[in-house]
């Protein structure tokens, strides 16, 4: 199956330095990624979405000046967070959709990184 | 806009026995429904998916689900719990041609009695 990898697993940081998340998908080229954040023992909320070549598209409330997001190949999207205050410690979650190609699964099958932790002291 | 509901927030069951977790969800046609699996600090894993067809489908690990329209409900499924099962899932539902944006559930949280 498709494989999204995210990198670090586990970030910890001083408030106010920025912190970089990557996803990336290793065995396909996606060219929509999907940044959620997932509160403890809460769901999953959708921040943005990461598309090749052009500018992520936020959701309602979410900072795009807090939460850059760059996806600047077919298998790289970044998430950078921004001048990190404790509330933004949480646990990030990147997927990407599999489209096409011989074999590939259905049009919406979305495949999910493994998630990064980040903690802001 | 489209919402899922999953009314259990923690279910426990004992090994062996059968697993019903439920989904409702709110959406203004037929959509994508799925099931995804988490363990602890990890990421998702996708049990099985709902896009057309028959309205029971069989996903991985021996679960399945099927999508009652008339309930709005896509309820998961498994005969017989194994220990390992013991996790957290999510319902998830897409709406066709939002570009494959899903909304998530709550959660069911899952635990499994020897």
């Known amino acids: 199956g498709a494989v999204v990898s995210q990198h670090p697993s586990r970030v910890i940081c001083k408030s106010g330095t920025s912190v970089k998340i990557e996803c990336r998908s290793l065995d396909f080229q996606a060219t929509t990624m999907f940044w959620y954040r997932q509160f403890p023992k809460q769901s999953l909320m959708l921040m943005a979405t990461?598309?090749?070549?052009?500018?992520?598209?936020?959701e309602q409330g979410v900072e795009k000046d807090k939460f850059l997001i760059n996806h600047a190949s077919l298998t790289l999207s970044t998430l950078t967070v921004t001048s990190a205050h404790p509330e933004d410690s949480s646990f990030y979650i990147c997927s990407a959709n599999l489209k096409g190609g011989a074999g590939q699964a259905n049009t919406g099958e979305l495949f999910f990184g493994e998630g990064s932790r980040l903690t802001v002291l | 806009a489209q919402s899922v509901t999953q009314p259990d927030i923690h279910i426990t069951v004992s090994e062996g026995a059968s697993l019903e977790l439920r989904c409702n969800y709110s959406y203004g046609a037929t959509p994508y429904l799925f099931w995804y699996v988490q363990s602890p600090g990890q990421g998702l894993q996708l049990l099985l998916k709902y896009f057309s067809g028959d309205t029971l489908v069989q996903g991985i690990k021996g679960f399945e689900a099927e999508f009652k329209r008339s309930q709005s409900s896509f309820n998961l499924r498994k005969p017989s719990v194994h220990w390992s099962d013991a996790a957290e899932y999510f319902c998830?539902?897409?709406?066709?041609?939002?570009?494959?944006?899903?909304?998530f559930g709550t959660g069911t949280r899952l635990a499994v009695r020897p």
């Open positions: 990461s598309n090749e070549g052009s500018k992520a598209t936020y």
């Open positions: 998830a539902v897409g709406a066709r041609g939002s570009g494959d944006k899903l909304t």
